[in-house]
């Protein structure tokens, strides 16, 4: 059954309530689903379908359009068809933001009023909740706003994730997890699951499963290369590359690690120069275990690097990954002059 009615304006709910109420089957006429953390609102997404639409009658009952190629009508009359097969259907909008403005007002203008046996999606990344449109829209809906997570907050997430897998996640490998992968959930997910696989009929993931499976290959890697970087060793740089690709890790990936390895090393040089701590430093970044266990070689990158390399290091990564999406260059060859202008000698 639907849930309740409510009297004037539907209260917003956070992703984790929201959750809780899918679970229970407490389903609401039309959802508006905002927010940059693109991960936590799919699976809402995916939580939805699956509570409403019965396996097999997805033809009849689910239709997912998209705001750059639709138009009120096509979303409206969706939304009005009675179901087939099954008591409700859902209709997924993604990208409700590029609909035109007089298209989404009438979407807005439906929400007021829904079909009772629909369930209304809509989806958009970060919005201006203020503006009349969507204030309206989220007065007639159940509006759940998704926020990347702190980074104190994704142990704990992954904490509870894990128990989809029906293993127990210690504190230990959550923060080793997240210093190695980073706070992508997306990607924390998909090397939960291979951790799950990894370790078979065990109910525990231990710090030490993640070193095995993750640590050589991602942390390792990225280490030597910032190592090689700064001591302007471009064979050790093209070994710590490769292994990273023979280990599984694709171009992409590998730059998005060095990105977040390079940030580490400049938030440590900054505080250091204060004169901040190690301990303090510690507790500013709040990175978690792992982060703390290899802290001294963090400690030691941010000074062999000087500041220089580290800008400089950006710039070029930022020119490989721009190079990995729209040249036609093989990879390869973007990686391996991408890892030959952080070697270079710029002192000169």
């Keep these: 059954m639907f849930n309740r009615k409510y009297a004037g304006k539907v209260p917003d709910v956070k992703p984790e309530q929201l959750m809780e109420q899918i679970a229970q089957g407490r389903i609401d006429p039309v959802y508006f689903l905002s927010g940059d953390e693109g991960f936590l609102k799919e699976e809402a997404i995916r939580a939805l379908i699956a509570r409403v639409v019965d396996p097999g009658t997805e033809a009849f009952c689910l239709d997912v359009m998209h705001g750059d190629d639709s138009n009120a009508t096509a979303i409206l009359t969706a939304a009005s068809m009675v179901p087939m097969m099954t008591d409700r259907r859902v209709v997924v909008v993604r990208d409700f933001h590029r609909l035109p403005q007089t298209d989404r007002e009438a979407v807005a203008g439906y929400a007021g ?114 190592e090689a970087a700064g001591e302007k060793d471009l064979a050790r740089a093209l070994g710590a590359y490769q292994r990273a690709i023979d280990g599984g890790d694709a171009p992409q990936a590998v730059i998005s690690l060095f990105v977040r390895h390079l940030v580490i090393l400049w938030k440590i040089r900054f505080l250091k120069r204060d004169r901040r701590t190690d301990d303090d430093i510690k507790k500013k970044l709040q990175l978690g275990w792992g982060f703390n266990r290899f802290y001294n070689r963090y400690a030691a990158q941010s000074r062999l690097l000087a500041g220089r390399d580290l800008q400089h290091g950006f710039e070029a990564l930022y020119e490989a990954d721009i190079a990995l999406k729209t040249s036609a260059l093989p990879p390869e060859l973007v990686m391996h002059r991408l890892l030959y202008e952080l070697c270079a000698d710029r002192a000169a």
Excluded: C
């Design 113 to 226: 009023q829904p079909s009772p046996s629909t369930v209304l999606v809509l989806e958009a990344p970060r919005v201006n909740m203020k503006t009349k449109l969507y204030q309206r829209l989220a007065d007639q809906s159940v509006s759940v706003v998704f926020y990347p997570l702190f980074p104190e907050r994704v142990p704990a997430w992954l904490r509870q994730h894990a128990r989809q897998y029906g293993k127990r996640l210690t504190s230990e490998a959550a923060h080793q997890l997240q210093t190695i992968v980073g706070t992508d959930l997306g990607e924390l997910a998909g090397e939960l699951e291979k951790l799950a696989v990894f370790v078979g009929g065990r109910d525990t993931i231990a710090a030490g499963d993640v070193e095995n499976t993750l640590g050589p290959v991602r942390a390792g890697s990225v280490f030597d290369i910032a």
